[in-house]
């Protein structure tokens, strides 16, 4: 299927944000399946967080990959916008945020609120789990639309306060539960 | 009583934290989470630390060793059906600690049966970040990708 220009099926413009950090190895790869997308993006966006491999000489290898570099960045309604992003991108109606295979109204953060910034990671177990307890509603399709790609660098996988995050969050949503705030 | 029962915590598929009163437990494996307090985060926290058990929570609590383990090997039987912890098998150790030690001065705490509370709402989010045996080459790999270099924007 063809779309305009940089427009996806709904018609409206898309941009891709690509958080980075030391993934020369897999970079090209991850660009490289966006823009084969039956309709490319009309950016992508490469935020480095502090590589020190080629990942950013890699990214400015393609001409339709702006970089922000050395940044850290949330993406959410509202947060801080680092230089080089134009604030309309992250504002639209409709989709506010994707993380890797979720996908959440703009509404749902009004209501819900952003990320915690505090948690290194879990921010999104944290912000899924807050949202299920207001009561807001998700569902699953059942097709795989997108191939994460699981390697030893996984900040995931690799960052020591990932385990004590996820207990952390697992704990506040116990509490809420319990009429008790943490 | 029978022979000194000795566990250890089945990491790095189980993770824990003290909060406070609480112990907040995740199985990474299967996405369930589990809280324990009082004695059962006693218990808990003991795991590993004790080369026989029930001898060391007789001591602290002051309880005879058979009444101990009517009451904890259902909840240790739990945490292993559950895949929490494992047999410690060590025939070898240091000397065992003495947990009961050093607190003879001070009241014996409340021995009541051991509760694991068990939740499953959260599978779905804590399994976003499987575990997975996993190396320099990534996973998954599909064979299109090995081999294949940086592309250049067509555009």
């Excluded at chain 1, 944000?17 to 399946?33: D, Q, T, W, Y």
């Amino acid at each position: 299927v063809n779309h305009p220009e940089g427009r996806g099926a709904a018609g409206r413009a898309v941009s891709v944000i690509m958080p980075v950090k030391n993934c020369a190895r897999f970079l090209g790869a991850a660009i490289g399946s966006v823009l084969d997308q039956a309709s490319p993006p009309r950016e992508i966006v490469v935020v480095d967080g502090g590589s020190t491999d080629d990942s950013v000489s890699i990214a400015r290898s393609y001409p339709r990959v702006r970089v922000v570099a050395r940044a850290k960045l949330f993406l959410e309604p509202g947060s801080a916008i680092p230089p080089g992003f134009r604030a309309e991108l992250l504002e639209g109606d409709h989709i506010a945020h994707i993380m890797e295979t979720l996908l959440a109204r703009r509404t749902a953060f009004d209501l819900v609120g952003g990320f915690d910034t505090r948690l290194s990671t879990a921010e999104d177990v944290d912000w899924f789990s807050r949202a299920r307890d207001l009561g807001v509603r998700g569902g699953i399709v059942d097709r795989v639309l997108v191939y994460k790609r699981v390697h030893d660098g996984n900040l995931s996988l690799t960052d020591a306060a990932s385990s004590r995050n996820l207990l952390e969050v697992v704990k506040r949503s116990l509490d809420r539960r319990r009429g008790q705030r943490r | 009583v029978s022979e000194p029962l000795a566990f250890r915590i089945d990491d790095p598929k189980v993770v824990h934290e003290v909060f406070d009163d609480e112990v907040v437990i995740i199985n990474l494996e299967t996405g369930v989470y589990y809280s324990v307090a009082c004695l059962a985060a006693d218990v808990w926290t003991s795991i590993g630390e004790s080369e026989d058990l029930i001898r060391d929570l007789a001591a602290r609590y002051r309880r005879p060793a058979a009444d101990v383990e009517a009451v904890i090997r259902p909840f240790l039987d739990r945490l292993v059906d559950e895949g929490l912890i494992v047999p410690d098998l060590r025939a070898d150790g240091d000397p065992p600690p003495r947990a009961g030690a050093g607190r003879a001065a001070t009241p014996a705490p409340a021995f009541e049966t051991p509760v694991l509370h068990k939740y499953s709402d959260m599978q779905e989010l804590l399994l976003l970040d499987p575990i997975h045996e996993v190396d320099d080459v990534g996973w998954p790999v599909r064979p299109n990708e090995l081999g294949s270099g940086r592309r250049k924007d067509p555009a």
